[in-house]
C-alpha cells in the first residue's frame, strides 16, 4: 500500500492566488481529515470527512478556505485568495473510522505564502 | 469549547533520563491516541487508549488513560537518541469532536 498521498509536496505562491492541495486517502478508509501544523499554533484539525461527507468543520479558518470530497479516493483542501499567514504544512490523514481506528498520515504539503 | 492541554511544552533530557507528558482534557474522552512526529516528519500513530485507567506498554514506553478519562500521560523509560521528536495526544469525544494537544518537544543530550 502506498499510503496516504499527497500533491504537491511544496508550494510557492504569492499573496491572493488560490491553492489547492491534494489527496488521496488509504484505499478502502472510510474517514479523510485535514489538518495545518505551524510553530505558532501547532497541528490543527481543519475538517473531517466520513464516507465522503464533512463531519465537524469548525477547524475551517475562514470562508477563504474550502474542503471537498468528491468520492472515496480524492480530497481537496482550496485556499481562494492565500494571504502569508496561511503558509503553514498542511497534512491529510485518513483512518479507518474516525475516533475509533489510527491515523495515517500523508508526508504533507510545505505551503509558502509570499 | 472542548481544549485538550499538553505539557511540558518542550522537555531537553541527558540520555537515558526518563521523559513523561502529559494531556488534559476540559471534556470527558471515548478515547484518546498517541502519536509521535520526528523532526521533518509526519505524525505516526504510537497507541490508542479506551478504558477509563487503561496502562499500556510499548518496550520503554507506558501510555496511562486516567480514571475519569480525562487525562493522559505517555511515560519513556530510560531515553535514547532514537526518542527525539514531537509527541502529541489526540482526544476524541462523544460530540465527533477530535482535539490534538499542543505536543511535546524532546531533545536529548547523547
Redesign the interface.
Known sequence: DAGVIQSPRHEVTEMGQEVTLRCKPISGHNSL?W?RQTMMR????LI?FNNNVP??DSGMPEDRFSAKMPNASFSTLKIQPSEPRDSAVY?C?SSGL???S???????TRLTVL | GQQVMQIPQYQHVQEGEDFTTYCNSSTTL??I?W?KQRPGG????LI?LVKSGEVKKQKRLTFQFGEAKKNSSLHITATQTTDVGTY?C?G?SSA?????G??TRLSIRP
Open positions: 481529515f489538518y501547532g497541528l490543527e484539525l473531517y463531519i465537524d497534512f490523514a474516525a475516533g475509533v489510527e491515523q495515517f498520515f500523508g508526508p504533507g | 471515548s478515547n491516541q502519536y509526519h505524525p505516526v500513530f490508542q502529541f489526540a476524541y465527533s469532536k477530535i482535539i490534538f499542543s505536543g
